[in-house]
């Protein structure tokens, strides 16, 4: 059973960078479409927000609200795909989790795998 945990979450301030890992342990990511989403603390994870995908072939996709600041990357051969974010603003407030997902889909209900999440907070 593949297993994620991710890291690289912190506290910073508005304007700075983050990169966010996930890693893969007990198999391979080369089977799955992987994304990253993230959930407001209190909120029930079939409603957490889609944040980036890169499909098995590399194709990315990024939600509207972070296009242009935030870029998803993976190395397969490393299991672990990153989210690198830049220009980070008080909303991006979340616990951002790594997920693997058989279809190419921005909903959380279609995740096979869910990472344990890591928290990003934003101070203005």
């Known amino acids: 059973q593949v297993r994620l945990v991710e890291s690289g979450g912190g506290l910073v301030q508005a304007g700075d960078s983050l990169r966010l890992s996930c890693t893969a342990s007990?198999?391979?990511?080369?089977?799955?479409?992987m994304a990253w989403f993230r959930q407001d603390s209190g909120t029930d994870r079939d409603f957490a927000e889609f944040v980036a995908l890169i499909s098995q072939g590399g194709g990315t996709i990024h939600a509207d609200s972070v296009k242009g600041r935030f870029a998803i990357s993976r190395d397969n051969a490393e299991s672990t795909v990153y989210l690198q974010m830049n220009s980070l603003k008080p909303e991006d407030t979340a616990v951002y989790y790594c997920?693997?997902?058989?279809?190419?889909?921005?909903?959380?209900?279609?995740?096979?795998?869910w990472g344990q999440g890591t928290q990003v907070s934003v101070s203005r």
């Open positions: 007990g198999g391979t990511l080369n089977m799955y479409h």
């Open positions: 997920a693997a997902t058989p279809e190419i889909s921005t909903h959380p209900t279609n995740v096979a795998i």
